[in-house]
């Protein structure tokens, strides 16, 4: 197995582990927040908020016009 | 239980997000087209920055007719599987982007790159972008 193949897999170990988490969130009915309460808790202080969309904005510029 | 309905502003915004990926999805990254695409993007999100905080706390996608139960926003136990779970995956990212060379060890990136290589998945990674931030704006 090359680096690249086995970097891979840690990628798709760790998407599904993320995808297992907001999953089982989701089956505690809210014991567990999900990712949107994740959001939701993160962007509820004004400045919290401001970082979040800073960071949104710089995602854009690197994904698409960098 | 929520009842919802699409607001007009909601639905203009679907449809100049549709549009502007559309765009988006046939320039090329180091382009002025790519810059004016991200910008215009920016300027959609202060637009519905300022329309919300005009009309007050509306909706984002969707309207909502009664309170939805956010649950407590306190920080504690129950947020450690999110902890832990997005700590390793930026973890990794680091790894990945401290070691060399991107070909063995694609960041995310480079995958998004991969992604970007076509005209649909550019399209379709774009919306998400803007739909992650009309969310995070109007939610």
Redesign the interface.
Known sequence: M???TA??V??AV?AA??AA?QV??IAST????T???????A??HPVA?GA??LG??W???????? | MTTRRLTPGAAAAALAITALSVAAAFTRPFTLAADVAVTLAYAGLAAALVAQRRAGPVPGVVARRSPVAGGPRRFGRRWLAWAASLGIVAAFELASYLQGPRAAHPTLSAMLDSLDATHAGRGAAFAAWALLGWYLVTR
């Open positions: 090359t680096w690249r970097t891979f840690v990628w760790l582990g993320v988490t089982a969130a809210g014991r567990w927040p990712l949107a309460g994740l959001a939701r808790a962007t509820s908020r979040v969309l949104w904005m995602l854009g510029w690197h994904a698409f016009a960098r």
